[in-house]
């Protein structure tokens, strides 16, 4: 079994047509290992088909035994600590990923080893944060919030796309 290098949970409620092209943008990155855990908030599980119809191991579906109401930061709580990656990332049921997205995440914590989290606006228009945190740092150590925490910047990893910060 080859390593995983990013766990992508994405909290789900009742947007199927979304929830399947955030999956197909996840599964069509390059150069990287994914596991996909999609947690349905949903209390008739709506995403359970969805997933079914995928049929790719790598895509796991979890359902919330206690529906949150419309609160996916419970309900990210409950995908992240299955996965198995080096890296989370947390992705919006309604949201993308552009390709390549995340072999240039994986590349700058490569150049940047004392890095924790790297962050980035995948598009100037768009009001999309798009955050992956180093699982080996979160586990190891605390990160705690500098005024630093964003000193570096994209021209330090130029294959970040635009608007990407890292910090420690």
């Known amino acids: 079994m080859k390593p995983i290098d990013f766990t992508v949970v994405i909290p789900t409620f009742r947007?199927?047509?979304?929830?399947?092209e955030?999956?197909?943008?996840?599964?069509?990155?390059?150069?990287?290992?994914i596991e996909i855990i999609v947690v349905d908030?949903?209390?008739?599980?709506?995403?359970?088909?969805?997933?079914?119809s995928i049929n790719d191991a790598r895509v796991a579906y979890l359902a919330n035994p206690n529906p949150s109401g419309g609160f996916p930061s419970a309900v990210r709580n409950l995908g992240w600590p299955s996965g198995r990656g080096d890296f989370v990332h947390f992705l919006d049921d309604d949201d993308v990923i552009p390709p390549g997205h995340y072999a240039a995440v994986k590349h700058a914590f490569a150049k940047h080893p004392n890095v924790g989290v790297v962050f980035c606006r995948i598009d100037p228009s768009a009001i999309v944060?798009?955050?992956?945190?180093?699982?080996?740092?979160?586990?190891?150590?605390?990160?705690?919030?500098s005024p630093t925490f964003v000193s570096v910047f994209a021209h330090?990893?130029?294959?970040?796309?635009?608007?990407?910060?890292?910090g420690p």
């Open 15 to 20: 947007r199927p047509a979304e929830l399947r």
């Open 22 to 33: 955030a999956i197909s943008s996840v599964l069509a990155q390059s150069e990287v290992e």
């Open 41 to 52: 908030d949903s209390p008739e599980r709506s995403a359970e088909s969805v997933i079914a």
């Open 129 to 145: 944060l798009l955050l992956s945190c180093s699982m080996k740092s979160a586990t190891s150590r605390k990160l705690p919030y």
């Open 156 to 166: 330090d990893a130029p294959s970040l796309p635009a608007s990407c910060s890292i």
